[in-house]
């Protein structure tokens, strides 16, 4: 068993930055992908960022290409997610996920384990 727990989520205005955490905990060995998903009210979760924990490549959503950052601690138990020149439709509850392999990339069906979320509200 993963066990993930989010932080740093909250309320900013449109423009500024927020930065994410995840810490994870457990059988950590297993796992080689972590990503960052969100859901919007109303709306599917999605996929935003996710980072291959052993060698570091990433890949995001074309939504937040070039204002996100997804990066993982030195230790690699920990991952965060920069988030910069946030809109107001980025407002979601922010969830971190982890998984061994995945099927489809950024796609919240391939991963196994899952935070409870973190809410990001932007307003304009």
């Known amino acids: 068993q993963v066990q993930l727990v989010e932080s740093g989520g909250g309320s900013v205005q449109a423009g500024g930055s927020l930065r994410l955490s995840c810490a994870a905990s457990?059988?950590?060995?297993?796992?080689?992908?972590m990503g960052w998903f969100r859901q919007a009210p109303g709306k599917e979760r999605e996929g935003v960022a996710q980072?291959?924990?052993?060698?570091?490549?990433?890949l995001y959503a074309d939504s937040v290409k070039g204002r996100f950052t997804i990066s993982q601690d030195n230790d690699k138990n920990t991952v965060h997610l920069q988030m910069n020149s946030l809109k107001p439709e980025d407002t979601a509850l922010y969830y971190c996920?982890?998984?061994?392999?995945?099927?489809?990339?950024?796609?919240?069906?391939?991963?196994?384990?899952w935070g409870q979320g973190t809410q990001v509200t932007v307003s304009s």
């Open positions: 996920a982890a998984t061994s392999t995945y099927l489809y990339p950024l796609s919240p069906g391939s991963y196994k384990y």
């Open positions: 457990g059988y950590y060995s297993s796992i080689n992908f």
């Open positions: 980072i291959y924990t052993r060698g570091g490549s990433t």
